[in-house]
């Protein structure tokens, strides 16, 4: 069963940019492609594949996240 209240965050480490991919879910994680356990993910600013994932249990978390404090 999937908790309604996490949201799937990620973090570039290349750009930094920070964002919400959006409520966790089978559609989202995706199972890796080729040996590699980091989820095919790309950042939406600069195109990196560093991007580091957060799963924020509800919105409290997610804005910490967002504001650079998780
Ligand atoms: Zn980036």
Redesign the pocket.
């Known amino acids: 069963m999937i908790d309604q209240s996490s949201m799937l965050c990620a973090h570039?480490q290349?750009?930094g940019?920070r964002s919400v991919l959006g409520r966790v879910d089978a559609a989202t994680l995706t199972p890796p492609a080729e040996g590699g356990n980091a989820p095919r993910l790309r950042?939406d600013?600069?195109g990196?594949r560093q991007v580091k994932l957060f799963n924020a249990q509800g919105p409290v978390e997610m804005l910490a996240f967002l504001n650079g404090r998780m």
């Open positions: 570039c290349r750009c940019r950042c600013m600069c990196g």
